[in-house]
């Protein structure tokens, strides 16, 4: 067995997380001057918004929380002969996970009965999954965690995390992984920080872990 330190503001518990996947989206088109395009250009950039636009709106990072899913496009660049996606998705219950994949994949076929076959492709890659599935035979590495936390006078907060940890994919190559908070904040961000007295609220975390384990 094993623990992340990997997050969260102080006294974080983490034992769930996402259900991850990248999705890579790849438009053709046909550049024809636009002098004389018409019936003729078939444009990828175009193509990629409409794309883009049949995914549900309110489903992405900006408007969701807690146990919520999302689509999220991280990057776009194109021109008229050739555009590409790149959308990250994530949820938390596997069907839901397993819908959100077959939706883009729809998305595509959709716009290849109105565009052309071969217009749009999608290669969608697994990352990691949902660690809880598997954590529910060791919820003792838990309970040592909830003890050590409060040896150190650290009130646990159990939360699913919105995101992955390296603990994800240990958990499901057979080392049993939960995640513990850093106790810092706005990651992945300019203004992602830690406190010093939350570090080293969490170092005593670690030593009462030890001695608890």
Known sequence: AAYTVDGGELGELNYENFNAAGAKVTVRGLSVHTGSAKDAMKNAAAIAVEYAALLPEAETPEHTEGREGFYHLCDMAGDVTEARLSY??????KERFAARKEMMTAAAQLLNRRHGEGTVEVAITDSYFNML????DHMELVERAREAMAKAGVTPVELPIRGGTDGARLTYEGLPCPNLSTGGFSFHGVFEAIPV????????????LVTVA
């Open 197 to 208: 007295a939350a570090m080293d609220k969490m170092v005593e975390v670690l030593l009462h």
């Open 133 to 136: 599935e598997p954590l529910r």
């Open 88 to 93: 990250i998705i994530r949820d938390h219950d």
